[in-house]
């Protein structure tokens, strides 16, 4: 049986030292998978490389048996498969919903044919977006705010909007890249409820955070990188008792705090 989303001897390198090397694992549809490990473990890296803003040295990932290697950012996320940002990007002077139907305007299928006559298919194409994109701010709850400037918006919110700006396409599968860093436990809890909802809508997640209770929690599956390898990979239960996991990523104290 193909896998839902499979890496394969993938790797990359920066003036000779590799960042990725030789990594491979599966994701299987549905899950939440929290990928984990020490500053430069090449969490980053692979995350970039996967979805086409760095190029790999070399390796090959399928998505339902379609190889995206060869493509490039764009026809990644065309494909199904999109991302978050540590920082978060937006249009500081456009409102929010302005934000999230430029998010969209990458995955349409509209040409500029459409656009210059106001084609049918523009105007269809124009409605889905609206309507996707109020479902997914009653979703993430900034209803509220949705024609106020994203500038306005606290970095919490910041961060709830990059979510939704994520899922526009439809996505089949999301790689979320430090979602909860610099937001207090209440946003933290919010944002884990929120991931949980779409997952349970058939998103499937990739969550990369240095955050291990919110990690430990989250996901039903992590794999821990050093130096480029992935040298655990299972249940946050089994994970987290790993004495090469103790070793590499959390240290004496991070055993100590490590969740029941």
Partial sequence: MTAFFAVDALAKAFAGVPAVDGLSFAIERGA??????????????????????????????TLDGRDLAPLNRYRIAHAGVTRTFQAVQAYERLSVIDNLRAACQEYD??????????????????????????????????????????QVLSYGQRKLLAIAGAMMSSPKLVFLDEPVAGVNPTMINRIAALLRTFNERGVTLVVVDHNMEFIMRLCHRVIVL??????????????QSDARVLDAYMGAAGAAAAPA
């Fill in 32 to 61: 939440i998978v929290g990928l984990v490990g020490p500053n430069g473990s090449g969490k980053s890296t692979t995350i970039d490389c996967l979805t086409g803003f760095q190029s790999a040295d070399a390796g090959r990932w």
């Fill in 109 to 150: 299928a509209v040409g500029w044919l459409d656009s210059v006559f106001r084609t049918g298919r523009l105007r269809a194409a124009d409605a889905e977006i609206e309507a996707r994109a109020r479902q997914l701010l009653e979703i993430v709850g900034l209803t509220h705010l949705i024609d106020a400037p994203v």
């Fill in 226 to 239: 050093d130096l480029g390898r992935a040298i655990a990979d299972g249940p946050p239960a089994i994970v």
